[in-house]
């Protein structure tokens, strides 16, 4: 089978890659893009550790054809950051030891930052629930809903 052309932007800039028809964007971005920040924990769609934003939805990048990024907007934890400037997210993970071995960091950060950009002042449910799908072996969750609490708190004021 011959490789295909893509071309999408990924983190606001425009990218082409070659990918195997059968490939996942999580098996793009890990490789022939070199975005390792998603990570592979379950390949099904269920640990949340691959999450990115296609078109601002998030979605498991595991479960999606890299294909099917072509004409699309692609949102990976490596565009969170400006620069040397960790996104608040980011520093309030750290400030808040709101991760542990790291796999599912990543897939965290981009879906508290999806569900802040569509509601910049949910509830504690609120936020349980949109990180339902994003499962944590090590923290409890506790820590991390707290950080995106504190998160919401501190960009409103803002």
């Known amino acids: 089978m011959s490789k295909v052309h893509v071309t999408t932007t990924i983190n606001g800039e ?31 769609g269920d640990c949340g550790a691959c999450s990115i934003t296609l078109d601002d939805r998030l979605i498991c990048s595991c479960l999606m054809l890299a294909v099917e990024a072509e004409g699309h907007r692609i949102g990976t934890i490596e565009g969170m950051a400006k620069g040397e400037h960790l996104h608040p997210l980011q520093q309030k993970f750290l400030e808040e030891a709101a ?30 629930f949109w990180l339902a799908g994003n499962l944590c072996r090590c923290t409890g969750y506790d820590k991390i809903v707290r950080a995106v609490m504190e998160t919401a708190q501190d960009m409103r004021a803002q």
């Open 99 to 128: 991760l542990q071995c790291g796999i599912c960091t990543s897939g965290m950060l981009v879906a508290s930052e999806a569900l802040l950009k569509k509601n910049p002042d949910p509830s504690e449910e609120e936020v349980r």
């Open 14 to 44: 425009p990218m082409e890659f070659l990918c195997e028809p059968s490939d996942t964007m999580l098996d793009a971005l890990r490789g022939p893009l070199g975005l390792t920040g998603s990570k592979e924990g379950c390949s099904s």
